[in-house]
């Protein structure tokens, strides 16, 4: 199995700051990573894809970087609406697996 | 996108089986492949298996043994049977689609249902 790990767990930020979140694989998988937010209560919800493509409708102030075992996730400007759980998960090999997720809460 | 709405009991016995299914609407089955993960507080989010509409089938080697997942394209329905369940499959499941080319990520997701294991 490809293993992925997520820093921090959880953060906090306040409205208007800039969130680096990193993912790292266990082994190289291109560019084959995806990150998802998540709220309470709801389904993942496709961000990014190909490590740095924004999903449609998806604000711009979301960005992806990163190709081989390491790749960030990274939010300009945090909204409210932006405060919730963030996972990656590589699409390299078809035993897909997630990150544990970030979460970003309100300082 | 499409829409998918997971059904099926909330509540399973230990040691019997778990069946969910999986109904899409906005668009055709016939195309993408179609997933199952699930959601624990133990494990995360956990990959359970997919199909493709034309019937090949991947699973989770440790899933494997006790997970068939089905299609059935008149319905526009696709299915999920996990056999002798244990407190440890309790866990929100959802159900998923990615795009049938390599490297895609899972675009639609339904809104999950909680499926309990409990006596």
């Known amino acids: 199995d490809i293993q992925m790990a997520q820093s921090p767990s959880s953060l906090s930020a306040f409205v208007g700051d800039r969130v680096n979140i990193t993912c790292r694989a266990s082994?190289?998988?291109?560019?084959?990573l995806n990150w998802y937010q998540q709220k309470s209560g709801k389904a993942p919800k496709l961000l990014i894809y190909?490590?740095?493509t924004l999903q449609s409708g998806v604000p711009s102030r979301i960005s992806g970087s990163g190709s081989g075992t390491d790749f960030t996730l990274t939010i300009n400007s945090l909204q409210p609406e932006d405060f919730a759980t963030y996972f990656c998960q590589q699409s390299y090999r078809t035993l897909f697996t997630f990150g544990p997720g970030t979460k970003v809460d309100i300082k | 996108q499409v829409q998918l709405q997971e059904s099926g009991p909330g509540l399973v016995k230990p040691s019997e089986t778990l069946s969910l299914t999986c109904t899409v609407s906005g668009g055709s089955i016939s195309r993408y492949y179609w997933s199952w993960i699930r959601q624990s507080p133990g494990m995360g989010l956990e990959w359970i298996g997919d199909?493709?509409?034309?019937?090949?089938?991947n699973y989770n080697p440790s899933l494997k043994s006790r997970v068939t997942i089905s299609v059935d394209t008149s319905k526009n329905q696709f299915s999920l049977r996990l056999s002798s369940v244990t407190a440890a499959d309790t866990a929100v499941y959802f159900c998923a689609n990615r795009r049938e080319v390599i490297g895609a990520p899972f675009d639609s997701w339904g809104q999950g249902t909680l499926v309990t294991v409990s006596s």
């Open positions: 190909d490590a740095s």
């Open positions: 199909i493709h509409y034309s019937g090949t089938t």
């Open positions: 082994q190289s998988i291109g560019r084959d």
